[in-house]
């Protein structure tokens, strides 16, 4: 269930998630915690205008939520 796959990875300009179950939603945070973007409905967000660094990508469902480290680099 809670099998996510993000990829690529370091990212450069398309983050894709890929979960065996409906994703409601797809945030991204900032190291210091604060949210710099959010997509509904969608599998993939794009990250090229996001600064290189580590983010932490929330992948939202129903019923859970998974948390992963990712590294935007160009």
């Known amino acids: 269930k809670n099998a996510v796959t993000i990829y690529p990875v370091p990212a ?11 994703i409601n939603a797809i945030e991204l945070y900032n190291i210091r ?3 710099i973007m959010e997509v509904n409905g969608v599998s993939k967000i794009n990250v090229e205008d996001v ?4 983010y932490v ?3 939202i469902a129903d019923d859970t939520t ?9």
Request: proline content about 7%; aromatic content about 4%; glycine content about 6%.
């Open 12 to 22: 450069n300009d398309i983050v894709n998630v890929e979960a065996p179950f409906a």
């Open 33 to 35: 915690g604060a949210k």
């Open 51 to 54: 600064p290189q660094g580590v």
């Open 57 to 59: 990508i929330k992948v």
């Open 66 to 74: 998974i948390s992963r480290r990712i590294s935007i680099s160009r």
